[in-house]
């Protein structure tokens, strides 16, 4: 009774200003998360784990579609010469092209600007670059081509055609595979999504009966507030910030291992087969944005658990 007594004087009157309420309702949610921090901590580590395999998903499927982006520029098929073709040759390709409507939007790119263009695009494999004694690029034209073309019929006969052309070494059509890349990030993302939201709503679940565990063991002292005249805000805001903090501190350690994940994975990628991995999964972390919404949800899921639990505790005090 004591013990009840002191947290009853601390309770803040009807008269208080409103800074002493919002203090005491930090104070009181503070001070819960540290008597039963063991039971915080199973609320928090399931928001993380929840966050930690969605931001999982995001950053893998959000690396993909970068590559994709990257690497697809504006070209969606590359016609290789022979590393020596003449000028002749290279000539009679582009005159080739000229005359296809469907092929008349082109740019050569020449045995130097595909190395540059190489070293920029995988900067982790200039240094293998820098060990071989010769350019190993062709030159080639990159071809814009829209999909509809490149689906017909008579197309496919073109590039037959095309294949033939003096000095014409490879034709590659790239937007098919690009198009089964990203498709790939998108389902990763679907997954993740998925996935991310059936632990939150676990978590929540967790949380609820966290909160649901406090207000049982303060069962006494919410009784002798109502009993003085306490507002129901006062009493359950307390109970609601806990919800808000652990949702917070769940959504701010996911964030933190994920970027740990990132960074130990870069550490890792020494190789050159390893660094055009890290190349495609781990080029760059997730943006603050994403970031900042990966918190959010945390804190969403927290408030959505102790709502529920105070929602039944309502339900119950009315019954």
Known sequence: MAGARRRRDATPDAGERPLGVYGYFVHEALRRLWVYRRTSMVAVGMIAIALLTLGTFLLISGNLNRAVDRWQGRSQLSVFLDRDATPAQIAGVREFLTREPSLAKFEFVSREAAYEKFKRHFAQLAPVLA????????????????????????????????????????????????????????????????????????????????????????????????????????????????????????????????????????????GPSSALLWDFLFSEFLPWPTSLALVAGGILAGLFGSWISLRESSEESAG
Do not use: H
Request: aromatic letters at 10%.
């Open 131 to 270: 060990e071989l004694e010769q350019n190993p690029f062709p030159p080639s034209f990159e071809v814009q081509v829209t999909s509809r073309d490149a689906a017909s019929a008579p197309f496919t006969t073109l590039l037959a055609r095309l294949r033939v052309v003096d000095g014409v070494d490879d034709v590659q059509l790239d937007w098919e595979w690009v198009a089964r890349l990203r498709r790939i990030a998108n389902v990763l993302s679907i997954v993740g999504l998925v996935a991310g939201g059936i632990l939150a709503v676990a978590a929540a679940f967790t949380i609820a009966n966290v909160i649901r565990l406090t207000m049982f063991l303060y069962r006494e002292e919410i009784d002798i507030m109502r009993l003085v005249g306490a507002k129901e805000t006062t009493i359950r805001g307390p109970f609601l910030l806990e919800g808000f903090f652990q949702g917070m501190c769940g959504g701010l350690l996911a964030v933190g291992m994920l970027y740990g994940i990132f960074r130990g994975a870069r550490a890792l990628a020494t």
